[in-house]
């Protein structure tokens, strides 16, 4: 499995952009895919996810500001990001689950990471 990451770059306050994740080997079906993103010295973050039947959550910090959407054919993870705040500043990282889990008790669990692309807002 391969996820890359492009978009990433310097954005000046109240602008936007938009991330893609290139995946590889990796079938988008019962579990979903993710944005994280890290700044240095703290977790790992959960920004936005879509599950498997395309059901989209927001981290509080991004919601109404950001879209995140899923393209099966093209094998392509997208996160919009509009009206960027300082605090925006972090690598963002692309992550696709697996499920996992028991028999009794499945569940998704992030299986795979990209290299994780940088957004800078100044």
């Known amino acids: 499995v391969q996820l890359v990451e492009s978009g990433g770059g310097s954005v000046q306050p109240g602008g936007s952009l938009i991330l893609s994740c290139a995946y590889s080997?990796?079938?988008?079906?019962?579990?979903?895919m993710a944005w994280y993103r890290q700044v240095p010295g703290k977790e790992r973050e959960l920004v936005s996810r879509i599950s498997g039947d395309h059901v989209t959550m927001y981290a509080d910090s991004v919601k109404g500001r950001a879209t995140i959407t899923q393209e099966n054919a093209k094998k392509k993870l997208s996160l919009q990001l509009k009206s960027l705040q300082t605090e925006d500043t972090a690598v963002y990282y692309c992550?696709?689950?697996?499920?996992?889990?028991?028999?009794?008790?499945?569940?998704?669990?992030?299986?795979?990471w990209g290299q994780g692309t940088q957004v800078t807002v100044s």
């Open positions: 080997g990796y079938t988008f079906a019962m579990c979903g």
């Open positions: 992550a696709a689950e697996t499920i996992g889990g028991t028999a009794s008790n499945p569940e998704c669990k992030v299986s795979y």
